[in-house]
C-alpha cells in the first residue's frame, strides 16, 4: 500500500477529506519522528511500539574492491508489533 492509498483508506474509514488524511498522517510521523530523536519509546497500544537502538560500531569489507571500512555506531528506529497486529496479520 502505497501512501495514497493509505491516504485515501483513512478517509474513507474516518469521513474525512484526503487533505485532512494526510494532515493526520504528517502529524503522527512528525511527532514519532520527534519522540525516536529524544530517546523516547512510542507506544500505540494495539498496534505497535516504536523504539530506538543502538548499533554497535563494526569493521566490513567491500566485496567488490575488497577494501575494509569501518561502520561507526549509530542510533536506528526500531518497530515493534503487537500481539493483537500479529494475530490480525496472521488471520489473514
Known amino acids: 500500500m502505497k501512501k495514497s492509498e493509505l491516504l485515501a483508506a483513512i478517509a474513507e474509514k474516518g469521513g474525512f477529506s484526503k487533505k485532512e488524511a494526510e494532515v493526520m498522517l504528517k502529524l503522527f510521523t512528525e511527532t514519532v519522528t520527534d519522540a525516536l530523536a529524544k530517546g523516547e519509546k512510542v507506544s500505540v497500544s494495539g498496534f505497535g511500539v516504536f523504539n530506538v537502538t543502538e548499533r554497535a560500531a563494526r569493521d566490513t569489507i567491500n566485496p567488490n574492491t575488497k577494501k575494509l571500512s569501518h ?4 542510533k536506528a528506529p526500531v518497530f515493534k508489533a503487537s500481539k493483537a497486529l500479529k494475530e ?3 488471520k489473514k
Open 88 to 90: 490480525a496479520v496472521d
Open 71 to 74: 561502520i561507526p555506531a549509530r
